[in-house]
C-alpha cells in the first residue's frame, strides 16, 4: 500500500469519526472507535514493514507519541540554546545585555520543558524516545544573525507543531498541559522575532493575515485575514526538525495520527 | 472535501444522521450562504461547525458554541479597545505605534473568523459602548503607560481563557486547533506588550526588544510570566488575571492554578526531575509554563471592563 493511499484514508477515518467524537451513545461510539482502531491497526500492520525507515526514532502512536514528540523538540530546542551559551556570539562581547537576559531565559525553559517531558512520559507508565543527537553543522554560534535566525526558526517551528499537536491527543489532562507550554513558546518566538527585527512579532509567515494556510491536514488550515497562527502537521514539522538531527537520531512521526 | 461522502459515511453507523440535522435542505442552505462568506480552506470548519449544532452536547456546562460565543466577546474586548489606541494624549513613538496597529489587525481578524465559525449562531455584535476600559474609573486609559498595561492585561488574559477553553472544545478537532492557533496568538501579542513596556520603563529605548526587565515585573515586565508578575500590570487591580482561577466545574485531572504554579501534571519542577535545576533561577520554573483559568472567573475579570457589569455572563 501506497503511503499516500494510506494517508487519504485515514484522513478520511479522522474526517469522519471527528464528529461523532460527542453525539452518539457512548456505548455505540466506543464500538464504532473500537473498530476503527482495529482496521487502521490492520491497516498499519500491512505496511509497517516496508515503510519504517531503519535507523530512525519512532516516537510511537497515541498520547504518548505525541509526549514523545514534544521531548524530542524540546530535547532539540535545549540542546541549541545549550550549545549556543558556549558559542562566540553568547560569549563575545556584542552581545546585548537584554539578549543576553532574553537567551537565559529561553535555555532554562527549554530545559525544564524536555526534562519534565521525560519526567511526565514516565511517570505515565511509559518509555521516554532516547537522548538525540543533534546535528547543528549548519549553525555559525558566532554569529548574531546565524544564531538568532536558528532561534526564531526553532521557535516558531515549535509553536505550529504544538498547535498541529493538539487534535492528536484524547487526554484532557496532556492537552491542557501542551497548552501551558505552547504559549510560552509563542511569547518566546515573538520576542526572537523582534530581535532578528523589530514588529515582526507577528508576520503573514507564520500568521494568515494575508493568506490562507496550507498544511497538508485540513484542520490546521483557516483562511486569509483570519490571523491565526499556521499549525502544522507532525510530518511537516520532522521535515524541518531532522535537518538539525544526526542519522540515527532523526524523527519517524507515522504513528501520530 | 466531500461533503456527501461524509454524511454517507456517517449515515453507515449513525442511520439517524438527517434526522440530527435540522433537514437535508436546511443545511445545504446553510452551506451555500456560509460558502460566500468562507474560503475553501476554511470550509472544513464550517461544516465542523453544521455538525456540532446537529450533535451539540455540553461538555462540563458549557457547549461548543457557548465557548467559541464567549471568545468572541473578549475579541470585541479587545478589539475595540485598539481601535480606541488614536485617543491616547501625545501618541505613542514609531516602534509602539506599529506593534499596536499589527496587533489591531489581528484582533479584527479574530472577530471576523470567529463570526465566521458560528455563522448564524453568533453573538449580536456589541458596540464600543459595550465597554468600558476605565473599569468604572479605576484607570485612565488614554494615559499611554496605562493603555499598555490594560492591553497587555486583556493579552494575557485572553491566553489564560483560550488555554482553559481548550479542553471543552477538544471533541471538535478542527474548533480545537482553530482556538489554538488563536490562543498562540494572543501570547505573542502580550509578549510583545510586554517589551514594549519593559522597555519604555527602563531605558525609554526606541527598540522594544531591548528592554531590561525588572523585579518583580508589574512596571517591567519579562516577555512570559514570572511568578504572579507582582500582581500584574496594575498591581491590585489585575491581581486576579495572574491568580488561580475556580476549580469547581474543572474538566477531571485539570486544576486552575495561578501563575507561581511550579509543580505540572502532578510532576514537581525541581531538582530531582530537572538536571540542572540546580544552576537555575527558581523563577525559571513558573515561567517555562503559563496557566489556562476557567470561564467563570475570565468573565469575572473581564466583566470590570462592561457598562452593565455582566456583558461577560
New interface residues.
Given amino acids: 500500500m501506497s503511503t499516500n493511499h494510506n494517508s487519504d484514508l485515514l484522513q478520511?477515518e479522522?474526517?469522519?469519526d471527528?464528529?461523532?467524537?460527542?453525539?452518539?451513545k457512548r456505548r455505540?461510539f466506543f464500538m464504532?472507535a473500537g473498530a476503527t482502531a482495529g482496521a487502521t491497526a490492520l491497516v498499519l500492520a500491512g505496511c509497517s514493514k516496508s515503510d519504517s525507515a531503519p535507523g530512525m526514532v519512532n516516537v510511537g502512536s497515541g498520547d504518548v507519541g505525541v509526549l514523545n514528540y514534544a521531548y524530542a523538540l524540546e530535547q532539540l530546542e535545549a540542546a541549541f540554546y545549550t550549545q549556543l551559551r558556549t558559542g562566540g556570539y553568547y560569549t563575545g562581547s556584542t552581545i546585548?545585555?537584554?539578549?543576553k537576559?532574553?537567551l537565559d531565559?529561553l535555555y532554562?525553559?527549554e530545559?525544564?520543558?524536555r526534562?519534565?517531558f521525560k519526567?511526565?512520559i514516565t511517570?505515565a507508565g511509559a518509555t521516554p524516545i532516547m537522548a538525540l543527537t543533534p546535528n547543528f553543522s549548519s549553525i555559525d554560534f558566532s554569529s548574531r544573525t546565524s544564531v538568532l535566525g536558528t532561534a526564531k526558526a526553532f521557535e516558531d517551528l515549535g509553536?505550529a507543531a504544538?498547535?498541529?499537536a493538539?487534535?492528536y491527543?484524547t487526554?484532557?489532562?496532556?492537552?491542557?498541559?501542551a497548552?501551558?507550554?505552547?504559549?510560552?513558546?509563542?511569547?518566546?518566538?515573538?520576542?526572537i522575532r523582534?530581535?532578528v527585527s523589530?514588529?515582526t512579532?507577528?508576520g503573514n509567515d507564520i500568521?494568515t493575515?494575508s493568506s490562507?494556510?496550507?498544511s497538508s491536514v485540513?484542520?490546521?488550515?483557516?483562511?486569509?485575514?483570519?490571523?491565526?497562527?499556521?499549525?502544522m502537521s507532525p510530518s511537516e514539522v520532522v521535515a524541518t526538525a531532522n535537518t538539525f538531527l544526526a542519522d540515527g537520531s532523526k524523527l519517524d512521526v507515522s504513528g501520530i495520527k | 472535501m466531500n461533503f456527501f461522502q461524509i454524511i454517507s459515511e456517517i449515515e453507515k453507523v449513525d442511520p439517524e444522521v438527517y434526522d440530527r440535522l435540522d433537514s437535508r435542505r436546511s443545511v445545504f442552505k446553510h452551506m451555500s450562504g456560509l460558502g460566500q462568506k468562507l474560503t475553501a480552506a476554511a470550509l472544513p470548519l464550517a461544516v465542523g461547525a453544521i455538525f456540532n449544532k446537529a450533535y451539540a452536547q455540553t461538555p462540563v456546562g458549557a457547549s461548543v458554541n457557548d465557548v467559541l460565543n464567549f471568545a468572541l466577546k473578549l475579541e470585541y474586548l479587545e478589539s475595540y479597545f485598539y481601535q480606541a489606541r488614536m485617543a491616547v494624549v501625545g501618541g505613542f513613538n514609531t516602534n509602539v505605534t506599529a506593534s499596536l496597529a499589527l496587533i489591531a489587525t489581528d484582533e479584527a481578524n479574530h472577530v471576523t473568523f470567529l463570526r465566521s465559525v458560528l455563522g448564524s449562531n453568533a453573538i449580536a455584535a456589541p458596540t464600543a459602548a459595550t465597554f468600558d476600559y476605565t473599569a468604572k474609573g479605576a484607570f485612565n486609559p488614554t494615559v499611554a503607560a496605562q493603555y499598555l498595561a490594560l492591553a497587555q492585561s486583556f493579552e494575557d488574559t485572553g491566553v489564560r481563557a483560550y488555554k482553559g477553553a481548550a479542553p471543552l472544545v477538544m471533541s471538535n478537532k478542527t474548533v480545537l486547533t482553530a482556538a489554538l492557533n488563536i490562543h498562540s496568538v494572543e501570547a505573542r501579542h502580550s509578549s510583545q506588550l510586554r517589551a514594549i513596556r519593559r522597555s519604555l520603563a527602563t531605558s525609554g529605548t526606541p527598540a522594544p526588544s531591548q528592554g531590561i526587565a525588572v523585579a518583580p515585573y508589574s512596571a517591567a515586565p519579562k516577555s512570559w510570566i514570572s511568578g504572579t508578575d507582582g500582581g500584574g500590570a496594575v498591581p491590585g487591580a489585575t491581581d486576579a488575571i495572574y491568580g488561580a482561577g475556580n476549580n469547581t466545574n474543572a474538566p477531571t485531572g485539570i486544576t486552575f492554578d495561578s501563575e507561581a504554579n511550579i509543580t505540572q501534571g502532578n510532576v514537581a519542577l525541581s531538582g530531582s526531575t530537572i538536571t540542572a535545576a540546580a544552576s537555575f533561577p527558581t523563577s525559571a520554573f513558573s515561567e517555562a509554563f503559563d496557566e489556562g483559568l476557567d470561564v467563570g472567573t475570565v468573565a469575572k475579570i473581564a466583566n470590570m471592563f462592561s457598562v452593565s457589569g455582566n456583558y461577560f455572563g
Fill in positions: 478520511q479522522s474526517r469522519v471527528q464528529p461523532l467524537y460527542t453525539p452518539i455505540s464504532y546585548t545585555a537584554a539578549e537576559a532574553i531565559d532554562y525553559h530545559v525544564i520543558h526534562d519534565f519526567a511526565a511517570a509553536v504544538y498547535n498541529g493538539g487534535q491527543i487526554s484532557a489532562t496532556y492537552l491542557y498541559i497548552g501551558k507550554i505552547v504559549s510560552v513558546e509563542a511569547r518566546h518566538a515573538a520576542i523582534d530581535l523589530e514588529n512579532f507577528v500568521l493575515i490562507a494556510s496550507n485540513a484542520t490546521n488550515n483557516s483562511p486569509s485575514g483570519s490571523s491565526l497562527e499556521r499549525s
